[in-house]
């Protein structure tokens, strides 16, 4: 059953009524030179009630193409509900973001490190006051990442199987592919399942980046949400995708059998055959060349744009008919 939100709802001690916008500056710890700094939580609320529904990015400081999706669908307005309420978290560690970096700046990851603790580790406080502050008024959430260490992830949707209302809730969105992936003991995911919150992990890029292909994808399956939730306003609207998302549901990482210059044949988001030649690596002085070829029939749903390889990295992920190589 959905929960509706007659009455004013609070976050963070703030109190927001039905039909009110109002921006949150969350300060949590200042920076080492005692400078401020905010996170801003953006709440817009319709008279009308309905779900509430969380965009959150930057949970991982460098990936940025989730942050610019979310701060598009503000600055397009597609955050003003029809009905509901829409919280928009563009960055939640702005730690990292500013350094251009992955973790916080106690080195941890934040996405391993929920539910958190009050007193803990800077970014265990962190995860903490999401979830006691936003999370317990939110139904639905999409949480935007991107691929990590030059890794480019095609645009994806991760979700946990046999969890039928994920499912429906994947196929309204209808990225390119949808992953069954399991939950990560720490991550932001597997904490708001159990706080029984439908949340769509979104995957599309890579760091330190913007792709405007994906951030459209990422944009317009968020209308796609919204729509279905009777939600996005009638200015918008939610473009039909032209094919179903294709699920994936087990593949595997093909790793560098040598070092060396990595020369991608930009095969991301394609279908190959067996012995397709996806890149080659070479020495920087001109005395080899080998190629890496697909091991088996299916799509390529990331590809490493490092230059530079070290044997045994993780250079392309596929589909494929066996378990899943962990990164």
């Known amino acids: 059953m959905i929960k509706t939100n007659p009455a004013p709802i609070v976050i963070f001690g703030e109190s927001i009524i039905p039909g009110e916008s109002k ?82 700046p106690d080195g941890r990851d934040l996405n391993r490190v929920f539910p958190g603790s009050k007193t803990g580790s800077l ?25 990590g260490a030059s890794r480019f992830n095609a ?25 069954y992936s399991k939950n990560i003991s720490g991550s932001f995911r597997s904490s708001s399942e159990k706080m029984n919150v439908k949340m769509l992990l979104f995957e599309g890029g890579k760091s330190l980046d913007i792709n405007n ?10 209308k796609r949400l919204l729509s279905h939730l009777g939600m996005l306003d009638p200015k918008h609207t939610a473009i039909k995708p032209k094919s179903p998302s294709i699920y994936i549901e087990k593949s595997g990482w093909i790793r560098a059998k040598c070092s060396g210059l990595l020369h991608d044949y930009n095969t991301i988001g394609n279908f190959v055959q067996k012995g397709t030649i996806l890149a080659t690596i ?15 029939d299916g799509y390529v749903i990331n590809a490493n744009h490092s230059p530079i390889v070290y044997e045994g990295d993780a250079i392309y ?6 378990e899943e190589d962990e990164e």
Do not use: W
């Open 123 to 147: 970014a265990s406080r962190f995860a903490f006051h999401i979830l006691t502050e936003i999370m317990p008024i939110v139904q639905y959430a999409v949480d935007f990442h991107a691929g």
């Open 317 to 322: 992920h596929m589909s494929n008919t066996t």
């Open 213 to 222: 292909s994906v951030a459209d994808e990422g944009v317009n399956g968020a």
């Open 282 to 296: 070479t020495d920087p002085y001109g005395k080899f060349e080998r190629k890496v070829k697909a091991p088996n």
């Open 23 to 104: 921006t949150i500056n969350v300060e949590i710890a200042r920076l080492h030179t005692t400078t401020k700094l905010n996170i801003p939580v953006i709440i817009r609320r319709s008279k009308i009630d309905g779900p509430v529904v969380l965009f959150s990015a930057g949970i991982h400081g460098d990936e940025i193409n989730g942050v610019e999706i979310v701060r598009q669908l503000i600055s397009k307005k597609i955050n003003r509900p029809k009905k509901g309420t829409i919280i928009c978290i563009p960055i939640i560690n702005v730690y990292g973001f500013v350094n251009k970096s992955r973790e916080f």
């Open 155 to 179: 645009p994806q949707i991760r979700l946990t199987q046999n969890n039928e209302p994920l499912k429906i809730l994947a196929d309204v969105f209808n990225a390119p592919f949808t992953l």
